[in-house]
């Protein structure tokens, strides 16, 4: 069973729209979760990460998290054609080392 | 800053054959992840080592795939005997402190 449980599975929005994306860990024992983007062909690239509850803004990208039910989320506003990737939520358990579990990704298409 | 650096970028193999791939970390980064990434989905944690050790290789089919990383620097992944099943992007990232694991552009095997 997949611990890290992303939706929706793809998604397209206009370009200039949101974009909502969604992320569960069922494992309780996590503590720290991170977006990471992948263009296709390319290695994934941090995004953001966040460790504490609420809500963390960097540009056009916010990240939420609510530490209770182990859910993250990332916004992206004003989305252009540049942002359409495969975007990946992780988890880990707070340790020495970032050992990290992916969830399968939310592809977004942003349409121009 | 030198990123992750793999090789080869792309393998082709017949099924039975063996084929090794090889990881520089970014200088001074003690920690190494090796992630299999089948198509359309998120990496997968194979391996990952502090230095020289082996801290996990939970994940790591240990009938085929082999990874050592000699001297705390270089990696390098091995699958024995490869399999269809073994078709995928193999990604290398490495990161220190509390950074977050930074990426190589990954080696795609195809096992025919």
């Known amino acids: 069973q997949q611990k890290v449980q992303q939706s929706p599975e793809s998604l397209i929005v206009p370009e200039g729209g949101m974009a909502s994306l969604n992320c569960t860990s069922s494992d309780r024992n996590v503590d720290y979760f991170w977006w990471y983007r992948q263009h296709s062909g390319k290695s994934p690239k941090m995004l953001m990460?966040?460790?504490?509850?609420g809500e963390k803004e960097e540009g056009r990208f916010t990240v939420h998290l609510n530490k209770a039910s182990l859910h993250t989320s990332l916004h992206i506003r004003d989305s252009q054609p540049s942002d359409s990737a495969l975007y990946l939520c992780?988890?880990?358990?707070?340790?020495?080392?970032?050992?990290?579990?992916f969830g399968s990704g939310t592809q977004l298409t942003v349409m121009p | 800053e030198a990123g992750v650096t793999q090789s080869p970028r792309y393998a082709v193999l017949q099924e039975g054959q063996a084929v090794s791939f090889w990881c520089d970390p970014i200088s001074g980064h003690d920690t190494l992840y090796w992630y299999q990434q089948p198509r359309d989905q998120g990496p997968q944690l194979l391996v990952y080592?502090?230095?020289?050790?082996?801290?996990?290789n939970s994940q790591l089919p240990s009938d085929r795939f082999s990874a050592v990383r000699p001297k705390g620097t270089n990696s390098t992944l091995k699958i024995q005997s490869a399999k269809q099943g073994d078709t995928a992007t193999y990604l290398c990232?490495?990161?220190?402190?509390?950074?977050?694991?930074?990426f190589g552009e990954g080696t795609r095997l195809s096992v025919l």
């Open positions: 080592f502090r230095d020289e050790a082996v801290i996990d």
């Open positions: 990232a490495s990161s220190r402190d509390s950074q977050a694991p930074l």
């Open positions: 990460s966040i460790f504490s509850n």
């Open positions: 992780a988890a880990s358990k707070p340790s020495g080392s970032w050992q990290l579990i």
